[in-house]
């Protein structure tokens, strides 16, 4: 969750990571603005839209999400 919604503090490296992602660019009204692979030891990555949220998940993942995709968040209590 990033402070303001922008694609600077959205933007993510790749650098020393040791697996490729999924990563899916979330904005304050729960719409995904951008989709993308990021592979590891590849450097920047913006999004193409201003993101609060930064989904980083499976690269098997990533075709379940597209621009324009709703996300909903729950909280989930404690156990």
Same mark, same amino acid.
């Given at each position: 969750?990033?402070r303001n919604?922008n694609?600077i503090?959205s #933007? /993510?490296h790749?650098?020393?990571? +040791?697996?490729d992602l #999924?990563?899916v660019? /979330?904005?304050? #009204?729960?719409?995904?603005?951008d989709?993308r =692979? #990021?592979y +590891?030891?590849?450097s920047?990555?913006?999004p &193409?839209? =201003? &993101?609060k949220?930064?989904l980083?998940t499976? @690269?098997?993942?990533l075709? +379940?999400?597209?621009i324009?995709?709703?996300?909903?968040f729950e909280? @989930? =209590?404690p156990?």
């Open positions: 969750v990033q919604e694609r503090d #933007a /993510i790749m650098l020393w990571m +040791r697996m #999924a990563v660019w /979330i904005n304050t #009204a729960g719409k995904v603005v989709v =692979p #990021a +590891r030891w590849r920047f990555l913006t &193409a839209g =201003p &993101a949220y930064v980083e499976s @690269i098997d993942q075709n +379940r999400f597209s324009g995709d709703e996300v909903y909280e @989930i =209590p156990v």
